[in-house]
């Protein structure tokens, strides 16, 4: 029997509980959480993930086993901690979920001599040299569930501005994608930072053509550089700008903290119950220093040592779209 340890690490995302349960049913694991993350490695007792605990949790959007975020793992005194209670209980593994933070520590406790493997989980999406991140197709359904009744209100009283102000730190691939396949008139991005009177400009422009615009605008829509972590309501400041200029009230909505819970969509369970599956397997080859993401559209493992830092993080597919579509601020 293999001994591993699971934690969650930084934002929670719906759909690590489907990645979880498809590790418990391995019979030659012997699972178990500790709660809260790294903090919880060293104050809770590990919990037992057998496949009794997790049944009937793959869809909810509350996670089996707690996340937090932690200082311990950015010093190496911190680390050395972790490493010694993971070995005190007799863990052979670590199995990180989390985002790009959570994955620096994966890499630093599998160098420092606890064999880790990281699951990427954020609805951020994120996390370099991943396609894709647990969470955010569950977190892109609730905004694109707004927008979809923003739409109703917008077809009922015409000559109105809407802005939607979604998550994402400092990445606007939520915002992107949602504005994208929500039919939205505008995206307001770090990656492309925002010039108002353009967006003025580009309002008046579509208001011409469609008797309303619908905006969505991320937390960090500015400059990434700029914005710290839980900094909201950005889509105020831009909106007042707007308003000043076009002499309409822009109707706001700031999609919180909501949308990275709920119940786990289609996507996110499947590409989760993937990532455990070949976690899984690789636990029982007693690989290590591995990500299981996604690479040219397939789940695969990932070695730590091919994972670079990149600030480019939208789908450049994306990208093109929005620009043809005059839905990004291009300078
Ligand atoms: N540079 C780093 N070195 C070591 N550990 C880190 C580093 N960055 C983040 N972490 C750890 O990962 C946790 C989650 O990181 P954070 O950036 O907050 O979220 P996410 O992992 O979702 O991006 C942090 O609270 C910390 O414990
Ligand atoms: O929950 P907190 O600590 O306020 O953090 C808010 C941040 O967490 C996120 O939801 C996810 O970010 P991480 O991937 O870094 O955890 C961001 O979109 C948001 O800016």
Redesign the pocket.
């Known amino acids: 029997m293999t001994k591993v340890a699971i934690i969650t690490?930084?934002?929670d995302g719906s759909g690590v509980n489907a990645a979880i349960e498809m590790i418990a049913k391995d019979k030659k694991i012997e699972l178990y959480g500790f709660h809260e993350?790294?903090d919880g490695i060293l104050k809770n007792q590990p919990i037992p993930l057998t496949l009794e605990n997790c049944q009937n949790y793959s869809l909810d959007g509350k996670q089996i086993i707690r996340t937090?975020?932690?200082?311990?793992?950015?010093e190496k005194e911190g680390?050395k901690k972790i490493h010694e209670q993971l070995k005190s209980f007799g863990f052979d593994y670590l199995l990180i979920f989390?985002?790009?933070?959570?994955?620096?520590?994966a890499k630093?406790m599998n160098s420092e001599g606890t064999k880790t493997i990281f699951i990427p989980?954020?609805v951020?999406n994120?996390?370099d040299g991943s396609e894709y991140s647990i969470g955010f197709d569950t977190a892109l359904n609730r905004i694109i569930g707004t927008i979809h009744d923003l739409h109703d209100t917008a077809h009922n009283m015409p000559g109105r501005i809407f802005m939607v102000e979604v998550l994402g730190?400092k990445c606007g691939n939520l915002a992107l994608a949602s504005a994208i396949a929500g039919g939205c008139d505008l995206a307001i991005i770090p990656e492309f930072p925002t010039d108002k009177n353009k967006a003025v400009d580009i309002i008046v422009e579509k208001l011409k053509e469609k008797k309303s615009i619908i905006i969505v605008c991320s937390e960090s829509a500015y400059d990434g550089r700029l914005y710290k972590?839980g900094d909201q309501g950005v889509s105020f400041e831009i909106s007042e700008y707007i308003e000043k200029h076009l002499n309409i009230r822009v109707r706001k909505t700031i999609m919180g903290f909501f949308i990275r819970a709920g119940n786990t969509s289609f996507r996110d369970a499947m590409i989760a119950v993937q990532m455990g599956a070949l976690a899984r397997e690789c636990i029982n080859k007693g690989i290590s220093g591995k990500m299981v993401g996604v690479k040219n559209g397939t789940v695969q493992l990932i070695d730590f040592n091919d994972v670079h830092s990149t600030n480019q993080k939208l789908d450049p597919q994306l990208v093109n779209i929005a620009i043809k579509n005059n839905m990004l601020i291009k300078h």
């Open positions: 690490s930084g934002g993350g790294f937090s975020r932690s200082k311990l793992p950015y680390r989390g985002g790009n933070g959570s994955q620096k520590a630093l989980m954020t951020d994120d996390v730190g972590s």
